[in-house]
């Protein structure tokens, strides 16, 4: 009863599911989907002392390298250690061309202190040294500063890109081109934004290949509905694992130039090639070395990371994206877009210049560095071989060559009594034999109907990152109960 002696009667909520954002209801991300909040379930279960066939749950469902036991590079962590507290810059612990770098960016922050906000595309110094990194990457091709956005991870960038290309209503809305499989932050962020998704399906039987007679069809099909206006590539490939030929992507960038379609190009794997043969090819230095006909006109966005490559620094969150041949009335928009969330965060903008402006020959911590960075990407290598040689000794398993990138995604065949029970439950075949691993094994990987497949296959992602011993124990569990699940429903 109110003071003047209303009664009120009680209202509902204000924000209910019926009432909500329906956009967000169509998000769904695999990686981190019910399978991994079963995961920890079984984790708490663990350690109260629930019995289990399985003494620890082993997660192999996301790139995160340093949560799997990967150590962290030591120069990346001494100068954001004395970008962090400064007054370690008088303890002669620390090299000093770690010093002399803390001491540039500290210079760039306003009152000497990261804990000060950067400007809103990030700290000047950090952006020029980013562009200098990509010259040396593309063999000397030029790289303006101000054609480089930092960003909260290469996601942040990704979705905000997206923001600014989304547009229009009915068959007049814009079309985004996205590989099947794909990382599920493209759907997400498609679903989110009332974009349309285009499905393009890569070659499993040619090693998840991109083929542009399959962009053709999709394009072409997709204008019977919607404004194809954006194509997407993921290089290497998540979760696929491949790694584009040089013809490839200048095929690829033909074609966008015909189609009249934006490039974006996610690179953040780029250090992660194993496979011999293979090489990493930026988008932008194939562009320019198109000539004229394409690099003035082609619009491309390519992305990079802190989190993956040798480093592994997903906490930190740091990112940046280079845009190519931007409108400058646009390029404006997106200045004012990044604004309204103040800047990425400080300390990725630290260990991304780090990375762009590592030790160099001659330095106190040069051989450290290079050991540390050679020693994480062959051990890497040397985990793609392993997954894809003891996966391919599975009857009923079959896992292309893992060329690049942190993740394997065998095929797996699923006996029509498991479909069926499947469907009972309600559940896609792949979730009902993953979430049967996760409960007898403890393995936690993500199915692959969370990245989207052909109709009538059936897949999982799995990481390649834990340590070489507990992923050859891994693979062997995941071995014998593909042979058991085999034998249970035949």
């Known amino acids: 009863m109110s003071e003047n002696g209303v009664l009120f009667q009680s209202r509902g909520k204000v924000l209910t599911v019926d009432t909500m954002n329906p956009a967000v209801k169509k998000v769904e991300y695999a990686v981190r989907g019910p399978i991994v909040i079963r995961a920890v379930e079984l984790e708490k279960e663990l350690k109260q002392g629930v019995k289990k066939p399985f003494t620890e749950v082993i997660k192999a469902n996301i790139g995160d390298a340093h949560a799997l036991g990967q150590r962290p590079i030591t120069f990346l962590r001494q100068v954001l250690a004395l970008c962090t507290y400064p007054d370690l810059l008088n303890d002669n612990k620390f090299p000093e061309d770690a010093k002399e770098r803390a001491r540039r960016i500290l210079q760039a922050c306003g009152g000497g202190s990261i804990g000060a906000y950067s400007a809103s595309q990030g700290i000047e110094c950090v952006r020029q040294d980013v562009a200098q990194y990509i010259e040396r990457r593309d063999g000397g091709i030029p790289s303006d500063p101000n054609n480089i956005y930092l960003s909260t991870g290469a996601s942040d960038a990704i979705v905000t890109l997206l923001k600014l290309l989304v547009s229009g209503e009915g068959r007049s809305r814009t079309g985004v081109l996205i590989p099947i499989p794909q990382y599920p932050l493209y759907s997400a962020a498609l679903s989110e934004l009332g974009a349309v998704q285009v499905n393009y399906y890569l070659d499993e039987e040619n090693c998840w290949a991109l083929d542009v007679q399959e962009l053709r069809r999709a394009v072409t099909a997709a204008r019977q509905h919607c404004q194809p206006k954006v194509l997407c590539i993921i290089n290497p490939g998540n979760p696929t694992g491949q790694v584009q030929s040089r013809k490839c992507i200048e095929d690829v960038i033909r074609f966008a130039a015909e189609e009249k379609l934006f490039l974006m190009a996610d690179e ?28 003035d006109t082609v619009e491309l966005a390519s992305f990079h990371s802190t989190s993956k490559c040798y480093m592994g620094e997903c906490g930190f969150r740091g990112g940046y994206m280079e845009v190519i041949n931007l409108d400058p009335q646009v390029k404006l928009q997106l200045t004012k877009l990044v604004s309204v969330r103040l800047c990425p965060p400080v300390p990725g903008q630290v260990l991304l210049d780090v990375i762009a402006n590592p030790p160099r020959e001659g330095e106190p911590s040069y051989e450290q560095f ?112 593909h042979e058991r699940f085999t034998r249970e429903y035949s």
């Open 370 to 481: 290079i050991k540390e960075k050679t020693a994480v990407l062959n051990n890497l290598a040397e985990k793609a071989r392993l997954t894809e040689e003891i996966f391919n000794t599975v009857p009923g398993i079959k896992c292309n060559p893992v060329q690049g990138a942190m993740y394997s995604f065998p095929r797996i065949e699923i006996p029509d009594k498991a479909v069926k029970e499947a469907q009972v439950k309600g559940q896609s075949p792949d979730m009902f034999y993953c979430m049967k691993l996760l409960e007898e094994m403890g393995i936690c990987i993500v199915p692959g109907s969370g990245f989207g497949q052909r109709e009538g296959t059936h897949h999982f992602r799995m990481t390649i990152l834990p340590p070489t011993e507990k992923l050859r124990i891994l693979l062997n569990k995941l071995k014998e109960f």
């Open 268 to 295: 953040v794997y780029q250090d992660n090639i194993y496979a011999q043969g293979c090489q990493f090819h930026s988008f932008k230095k194939v562009l320019y070395e198109m000539g004229p006909e394409y690099c």
